[in-house]
């Protein structure tokens, strides 16, 4: 359990096991690092497993600055964490916000890729439109934090319901400068990804099955796993079902550098 001291916000990270690949997981909006408690035993006893909490998340700093959020502070985040643990390359995934800046930080540092776990998560939109409309929502999302404060959590997927967190404010500005997208940058990069891929997701997770589909044809030689009975937090509704897959795909890896 450490913090990070990223040009004066903090963030939290725990190191998990002390050999191996190293694995960056990177938790979904409004959810904290601990969302991978039950993946800590499984991935630490053969690779060194990174998780943490993404500004305006559980332990780490809430800035008031709104300009300190956003998908290029948050993959900065990411490569500051690796550097910090010294490792060139990582296995980097996530879950729905964490999965889509996975996929961010993939775009930008392709080469500390060493493979993906692309899990519960969308792409972005190629259409205006339909981008619109998510950030229509997360804005509405953002005002409910300032509104309701953080008992909104309570009504969230399994992954949000267990969530502590110091800030309802921070939540919203995430909301605001993380949640939101700007352009279709990470989506028409999917065909550009050299790294393996697992795209993973729950089967009841039903607005992000086609994303999935859609993730797994454009990722060049992307495997799939559905989850049977997992809702969006598939690595928490079925833990040894979701174990199982992503720890096949990580043996079936070639050796990275540790």
């Not at 998908?71 to 690796?82: G, I, N, Q, R, S």
């Not at 989506?187 to 790294?195: G, H, N, R």
């Amino acid at each position: 359990m450490s913090k990070l001291n990223r040009d004066g916000v903090s963030l939290y990270y725990e190191v998990h096991g002390d050999h191996g690949p190293v694995v960056l997981l990177t938790h979904g909006y409004s959810a904290t690092s601990q969302m991978w408690a039950g993946q800590i035993e499984a991935v630490s006893k053969d690779h060194r497993l990174i998780t943490w909490d993404m500004r305006g998340h559980g332990q780490s700093d809430s800035p008031e600055d709104p300009t300190l959020y956003s998908e290029a502070h948050t993959v900065a985040d990411m490569a500051a964490l690796l550097d910090e643990v010294a490792a060139e390359q990582a296995i980097v995934g996530g879950l729905s916000l964490g999965g889509y800046m996975s996929l961010a930080f993939n775009r930008v540092h392709p080469d500390r890729v060493a493979a993906l776990l692309i899990i519960d998560t969308g792409p972005g939109y190629k259409n205006d439109e339909a981008r619109a409309g998510w950030n229509k929502t997360s804005l509405r999302t953002a005002e409910r934090y300032e509104t309701e404060g953080l008992g909104l959590l309570s009504g969230g997927s399994a992954e949000r319901r267990t969530a502590k967190h110091s800030s309802a404010q921070g939540l919203a500005l995430a909301a605001r400068g993380m949640l939101t997208q700007r352009d279709a940058g990470v989506i028409t990069s999917l065909p550009d990804i050299k790294a393996p891929s697992i795209v993973i997701v729950g089967s009841e997770d039903t607005p992000f099955l086609a994303a999935s589909d859609y993730m797994a044809a454009k990722i060049p030689g992307a495997q799939k796993a559905v989850i049977e009975g997992a809702g969006h937090a598939a690595n928490i509704d079925r833990p040894e079902a979701f174990n199982a897959a992503m720890m096949a795909f990580l043996s079936g890896l070639a050796p990275v550098g540790s």
